[in-house]
Structure formats: structure tokens, C-alpha cells
Nanobody, 122 residues
Framework: QVQLVESGGGLVQAGGSLRLSCAPS????????IGWFRQAPGKELEFVAA????????DYADSVKGRFTISRDNAKNTVYLQMDSLKPEDTAAYYC???????????????WGQGTQVTVSS
């Protein structure tokens, strides 16, 4: 069982940047496809970005395309989500998740972290 831990969330002003990290508490995520999802209060879980275990395949939600960058450093066993030009509507709890298949649907991911809160003030 892979346990994922997110870090890097916080409070930032609109237009600012944050970098989220996703790493396993044990074992490795080097062979896992990793996705980032977010959930704002009262809203459904939303896909943000995904990266295949080789880093070859990457997808973004339209709402973050051009502002967010997903990357991975398998030597450090960590996946990152660089978030630039943040907007108040990006405020949400952000979750990283691992899957053995490459997909953007939350249902395909069976290993989830506890989440990290990102709050963007206007």
C-alpha cells in the first residue's frame, strides 16, 4: 500500500505562486502515474493535472493550463505541482493520488494523500 503525503500548501495573494509536493511516506512512487485533484467547499472533486510514471504523458485541466506545471523527480521520489498566477478560484484542498494506469479520472486512482489546503486571497 502506497501512502502519499502532500506538502506546500498555504495562503497566498492572487497572482502569487506555490509549489506543492507529493511524496510517499514509505515505498516508492517511481512506477506510479500521479494525479493532482482539488476540492473546494461545496464543490465536487476536480481533476487538476496528471503525469505518467515516465513523465512522458502530461495532462492539465483547462482551468489551470498555462498556469500550473506538473513534474516529477523519480530520483527524489517526489511529484511537484508548480502553481503560478494563482486566482481566488484556485482555493481548494489539493490531493495527490497514485494509479497503476495513466488516466485523468479520479476513479482510476487508488492511492490518495490527506490533502493540503491552498487559499488564494483577492
Amino acid at each position: 500500500q502506497v501512502q502519499l503525503v502532500e506538502s506546500g500548501g498555504g495562503l497566498v495573494q492572487a497572482g502569487g505562486s506555490l509549489r506543492l509536493s507529493c511524496a510517499p511516506s514509505k515505498r516508492t512512487i517511481r512506477t506510479y502515474n500521479i494525479g493532482w485533484f482539488r476540492q473546494a467547499p461545496g464543490k465536487e472533486l476536480e481533476f487538476v493535472a496528471a503525469i505518467s510514471w515516465t513523465g512522458t504523458n502530461i495532462d492539465y485541466a483547462d482551468s489551470v493550463k498555462g498556469r500550473f506545471t506538473i513534474s516529477r523527480d523519480n530520483a527524489k521520489n517526489t511529484v511537484y505541482l508548480q502553481m503560478d498566477s494563482l486566482k481566488p478560484e484556485d482555493t481548494a484542498a489539493y490531493y495527490c493520488a497514485g494509479a497503476s494506469v495513466y488516466d485523468t479520472a479520479a476513479s482510476s486512482f487508488n492511492h490518495w494523500g490527506q490533502g493540503t489546503q491552498v487559499t488564494v486571497s483577492s
